[in-house]
């Protein structure tokens, strides 16, 4: 199937092929990170008759966030993923993974984290963007964020070593949607494909089991090229309680122009 481009799409950079998501199993505010609600806490089992996540390989671009002591990952905090920009720095997320009332400082992403194995490492937060409306309220319509990111002793961005999802704003609310996360319960990361649909004129909602504490931030992926395994993100697990009190269904912002204008102060900021 060709690479569809919906209105309003950022194009900025699209890293050279990756493994194709056949492979992978798959049909504002500047501060440092702290813990959300959904991030830690726990959901209730799925009800029957919805799709179940099931276990990936996961994909390059998508990983896990961890806390850290004394520079080793720790606790399994989140989930983000590599978001196209110039810089090739960018990971987008939930705002309640990297920001609340006290800054957790020393997160960092691994990209494709699975059972114990970092094959592209580990990669430092630097800086955290979220919106006024997040950080002064914590307004669930604002509930994402964007961070840099870097690796100790190198100058290579993320965005050249794992690839990046380009950001959509503006999308249909009814859309098929793969997301790619990691619960808090397990050592590696689940995938499931559903349509999204309209839970409010500024949430998206998304019905598929497994999605449990730790999967927040996890990209919401349409139009995915399975040449690259790249594709497009429309939203991120989020918003409506924290992206969901149901481990079954799962809410992320409809990502707007506020969105946009987010975006475009992280990558102004990292330049």
Known sequence: MPFLSPPRIRRIATIGALAALACAGLGATSSSAASGVRANGSR??????????????????IGALFRTANGTPTSHQCSAGVISSPNGDLLVTAAHCVYDAEPEPGLVFVPQYDSGAMPYGTWNVSAVYVAKQWSANRNPDYDVAFAVVHRTGSDTPIQDVVGADDLAVDQSYTQSTTVIGYPSSSNAP????????????????????????GTSGSPFLTHVDPQTGLGIVDGVIGGYQAGGNASDVSY??????STEALYQQAVKASQ
Do not use: E, K, W
Request: proline letters at 8%; hydrophobic letters at 25%.
């Open 44 to 61: 209730s089992a799925p009800a029957s008759g919805r799709p179940m996540g099931r276990p990936t390989a996961g994909a390059p671009q």
């Open 190 to 213: 689940i995938v499931c494909t559903n349509t999204t649909t309209q839970f409010s004129a500024t949430q998206l909602r998304f019905d598929c089991g497994g999605y449990s504490s």
């Open 252 to 257: 992320s912002v409809h990502f707007d122009d």
